[in-house]
């Protein structure tokens, strides 16, 4: 059995139910602090619904669920999100504000990285010269340096998640949640973005990230475990030549693919002719 202590993420059992649905089925994992590890799977097969209950806006029917040696249900949840980095698609949605989910997007750049510190949708509290400041570095290191005033909502797509990147480092988090961070990317703020979360992973004291995507391509190099995802359940998990091959993925994504490995990155093809089982 692994040590607690070593252990940024716990899963044991996890189920979450909504009425009579069933969206997660009995979950377990470890994911390692300062590890890289990756879900992988198709959409609506409960990715987000596990971030969702890592971060504490979802609580699980059963099951338990351990973040950075604290018990989900048994701590002061908004002590442990300060720990915790989020970072999903979606700029400014009032349906859901969530730490990482949602900034105001008519704020400068500068501001909304620091609206980090607060936890906040805008920039409702002063930050201090010393956190302006570090927001600035944080944004040149995510190669945003000459967008420092511009506003947050006129940045290309690819830009603001890059943004966001920043704002979920305010506060050195232990564990850094990408919920689909390249999603509507074109190629090349696709590769933009995953240079830098490449370039986070080989800081030495980088935090434990965990990517949730339904890409293989996405995945770093450096990612030492793979969840793949269906239904609501882990149905493999290992080092990711080991999960990471045509049969599982077909079985996962319900269609026939072929996997090919490249400059440490997988790649996924499908043939023509699997799109006459498809329509």
């Known amino acids: ?24 089925d009995g979950l377990n994992c470890q994911i390692k602090r300062g590890q890289c590890a990756a879900i992988l799977g198709p959409n609506g097969c ?38 915790i980095g989020l970072v999903n698609p979606t700029t400014d949605n009032g349906f859901a504000h969530v730490t990482g989910a949602v900034v105001d997007a008519a704020l400068s750049t500068t501001q909304a990285v620091c609206t980090g510190y607060f936890a906040s949708v805008g920039l409702y509290e ?53 919920d689909e961070p390249t999603a509507g990317l074109d190629l090349r703020a696709r590769e933009q973005v995953l240079a830098t979360i490449e370039q986070l992973l080989r800081q030495t004291d980088a935090p434990a990230l965990l990517m949730i995507t339904h890409h293989v391509e996405e995945l770093s190099p450096q990612t030492s475990q793979v969840l793949l995802m269906k239904e609501g359940k882990f149905v493999a998990a290992g080092e990711p030549g080991q999960v990471i091959n045509p049969e599982m993925l077909s079985e996962v994504y319900g269609c026939k693919v072929y996997v090919k490995k490249s400059n440490g990155r997988f790649w996924l093809e499908v043939l023509p002719e699997a799109w006459l089982d498809l329509v």
């Open 46 to 83: 409960g990715k987000t619904t596990f971030t969702r209950c890592l971060t504490g806006t979802m609580f699980a029917t059963q099951g338990r669920l351990t973040v950075l040696d604290q018990t989900i249900g048994q701590t002061n949840i908004l002590a442990l999100r300060r720990r």
């Open 1 to 24: 059995m692994t040590d607690a202590s070593v252990l940024a993420i716990d899963c044991d059992g996890l189920v979450v139910k909504r009425g009579t649905t069933t969206i997660l």
């Open 126 to 178: 002063k930050p201090t010269r010393e956190q302006t400041e570090h927001a600035k570095q944080l944004l040149q290191s995510v190669g945003l340096g000459h967008r420092l005033d511009h506003t947050l909502g006129k940045l290309s797509t690819g830009e603001q998640r890059r943004a966001l990147i920043a704002r979920a480092l305010v506060h050195k988090p232990e564990l850094l949640i990408l």
